[in-house]
């Protein structure tokens, strides 16, 4: 119950959270007075997520089982406390995802596999965009770049024209090495279960068709029989009748 009345309010708190991330990254002329209220914003939906999973945890029957399915979670809201931490509040938008995905594994998967591709391309590419921008010499100093190299690096190309100079870019980096991986697999994974699930149809229509075509071929043998016994059962008499003649 709780979670169905957190969805809209999880999918608000994580669009009014990316969208504050975004705007001084993009606008790098931004006021003080407007950087203030995007950290407003983006510690407000860390709020709600937070108090979210307080909530669940307040009410789950056994919390270590709670605790122990749900480490993805608590790593969002504890990590980005910590100032040097504060890119992974971009995880908060993939959690969303989760919570969203619904019950079926297919429509997981293909929500992970769209959704979470262009999420990690987006976030990464303002991540090391904010990393970069300020680093001399750095090859990365405009968006489109940066979404240049996040494409390139989440696809394991690395064609080698950008790449993060600093520290923290260098991070942000091996964590979208890490995913494209991750999404590579996934990707794979989803390709041959559609091929699996293609070929099973295909036999089991195959399966029903013979099916079919057995149940007709039996109606046939046994319209055949009951015709070739009333046959037998018309001749048998006219066949004795003379018999019968004969001996009187």
């Given amino acids: 119950m709780w979670e169905k009345r957190m969805e809209w309010p999880l999918n608000a708190a994580a669009v009014l959270f ?105 976030c990464s590419a303002l991540a090391v965009l904010d990393a970069e921008r300020a680093a001399p010499d750095a090859p990365i100093t405009d968006f489109p770049d940066a979404v240049w190299w996040s494409i390139t690096t989440i696809t394991t190309v690395g064609y080698g024209d950008r ?40 036999d089991e229509n195959a399966q029903a068709v013979t099916r079919e075509h057995l149940d007709e071929l039996t109606r046939e043998v046994k319209a055949l029989r009951a015709e070739l016994a009333e046959q037998r059962a018309q001749v048998s008499p006219a066949a004795s009748e003379p018999l019968g003649t004969a001996r009187g």
């Fill in 163 to 202: 790449y993060p100079v600093s520290g923290t870019g260098r991070i942000v980096a091996v964590g979208l090495m890490v995913a494209g991986i991750a999404l590579l697999g996934v990707v794979t994974a989803t390709l041959a279960s559609w091929l699996i699930r293609r070929v099973t149809e295909a």
């Fill in 18 to 122: 990316l969208a504050a991330y975004a705007w001084p990254i993009l606008q790098p002329s931004l006021g003080h007075t407007g950087r203030v209220w995007c950290e407003v914003v983006t510690w407000l939906a860390w709020a709600v997520f937070a108090l979210d999973y307080g909530v669940r945890l307040k009410h789950a029957e056994d919390k270590r089982v709670f605790l122990k399915n749900n480490v993805f979670d608590l790593l969002i809201i504890v990590l980005p406390l910590i100032r040097q931490l504060r890119l992974l509040r971009l995880v908060t938008v993939l959690n969303v995802l989760n919570r969203n995905a619904g019950l079926s594994l297919r429509g997981r998967v293909v929500v992970y596999t769209v959704g979470a591709t262009a999420l990690i391309v987006f």
